[in-house]
């Protein structure tokens, strides 16, 4: 059986490598730390394509140690412990763990002991954050990577790679007059990349030339599966979302029926809509937070094929509400600052004064109580004085946060510029 094109062109060494030259370019630091042999254990976050799985193959090969590797959507901790036994009977070995996200905490706890023996090198793959999906005694233990997508120059030299792989393996001389079609193709994923180039090549007769045309006529005849393994399965629910962000329950219904046609993850769906309560309509209508997440401990109880009734209720309950990102750009600003400013100390009116030490030196002083005044408010300074009168939380526009600004600005007008 021929492999793939993307597993016939798998570099097997670092120069071979496209792209992540901030990581692995002369003198980066994920490259010295190979080339020195001493690597630690490390999270690869990056979207799909990107070679995550063929840089943990090309640290094994660099290494000469026992390579290990599991994937988190069919493993389990049976399956970790048997390879920290060979590990621990042999030298350190690396353990790859692919989808390492979909590993629950139990699964991941398994890989704490062995990790910090040094039993193990882990390198996990994730496409996901992993500050959200890998658990924090782990994490802590592990250096996070991040993987970014190809730009237009990789993908022109992968494309050049298909070229001469085919020319000298397969005998075939193939013309390309345009890239354009394949680079949007490929949406800088060197696998959907290759696997594109497969395809069109695979159907271009006698005429052995390439142009936007045919890739585009081509392509939309045969990606139209949703694989919910495979890279289609974030295009899917990336078109899932923005629909439901542009306010169309139509769209947002149908990409919701071809996750639920393949047996998409139930909670993947659910998870990705209670997200989406809070990012993308948050203070416009704060009751959609509540229904996803009913929404998601419903799922979770019932699972197919009922559930596909409540999925649908929720999305199109999200497409059609009010939208609004408010909240979501504060935290996103106020962290932003944070990270600017460092900590600054708390106003000591804000402090609390449990010892009569505290009480002597201030802690308390000049603070007001709210409901000791007219409707419950009476101006203070909440903020750190050195920052006072910063704004974080500007109001959408929509109804609902147009009178919540209303209000602020009657209640802040001497502190805020409303």
């Known amino acids: 059986m021929n492999k793939p094109l993307a597993a016939s062109l798998r570099p097997e060494n670092l120069d071979q490598y496209i792209g992540q030259k901030h990581l692995v370019g002369q003198g980066a630091i994920l490259r010295k730390a190979i080339e020195s042999g001493k690597i630690p254990s490390m999270i690869l976050w990056g979207p799909p394509g990107v070679g995550k799985t063929t840089l943990a193959n090309i640290i094994a090969n660099k290494l000469f140690c026992p390579f290990y590797s599991l994937s988190a959507i069919n493993s389990g901790v049976k399956d970790v412990r048997e390879v920290i036994e ?3 009977k042999g030298d350190r070995a690396i353990l790859f763990i692919d989808e390492i996200h979909r590993f629950s905490k139990n699964q991941q706890d398994s890989l704490l002991g062995a990790v910090e023996q040094g039993v193990i090198t882990l390198i996990g793959a994730t496409t996901e954050n992993p500050s959200f999906e890998v ?6 233990r592990c250096q996070v990577f991040i993987l970014k997508s190809l730009d237009k120059e990789d993908l022109l030299k992968l494309i050049g790679n298909a070229l001469s792989y085919y020319k000298d393996v397969e005998n075939k001389t193939i013309e390309i007059k345009e890239t354009e079609s394949l680079l949007r193709i490929s949406g800088g994923d060197a696998r959907k990349l290759l696997n594109a180039i497969e395809i069109v090549v695979s159907q271009l007769g006698d005429e052995l030339i390439i142009t936007n045309e045919k890739v585009s006529l081509i392509i939309q005849q045969n990606l139209t599966s949703y694989d919910k393994k495979g890279e289609m399965h974030y295009d899917i629910i990336s078109a899932f979302i923005k629909s439901m962000r542009g306010s169309d329950p139509n769209a947002a219904v149908y990409w919701l ?3 639920v046609a393949s047996s998409e993850d139930v909670l993947f769906i659910a998870r990705r809509m209670l997200i989406f309560s809070s990012e993308d309509i948050g203070m416009a209508n704060p009751n959609a937070l509540l ?7 419903a799922v979770n109880k019932i699972g197919y094929p009922e559930s596909r009734i409540i999925l649908s209720q929720t999305a199109v309950y999200l497409a059609t509400s009010p939208k609004s990102n408010s909240t979501y750009m504060a935290i996103n600003a106020a962290l932003e ?4 400013t460092g900590d600054l100390p708390v106003p000591l009116h804000l402090r609390n004064a449990p010892t009569s030490l505290m009480k002597d030196i201030g802690y308390g002083d000049d603070y007001k109580y709210a409901h000791d005044y007219k409707n419950n408010f009476t101006p203070l300074n909440f903020l750190p004085q050195e920052i006072k009168g910063t704004k974080f939380y500007l109001a959408g526009n929509n109804p609902k946060e147009n009178e919540i600004e209303k209000r602020l600005k009657l209640m802040w007008k001497d502190f805020y510029n409303y």
Do not use: G, H
């Not at 658990?135 to 802590?140: G, H």
């Not at 229904?291 to 401990?297: E, G, K, M, P, S």
């Not at 600052?337 to 600017?340: A, D, N, P, Q, S």
């Open 135 to 140: 658990i924090t005694p782990l994490l802590s």
């Open 86 to 88: 060979k590990a621990s």
């Open 257 to 259: 029926s071809r996750m």
């Open 337 to 340: 600052f944070v990270e600017r």
């Open 291 to 297: 229904v996803a997440n009913a929404c998601f401990d």
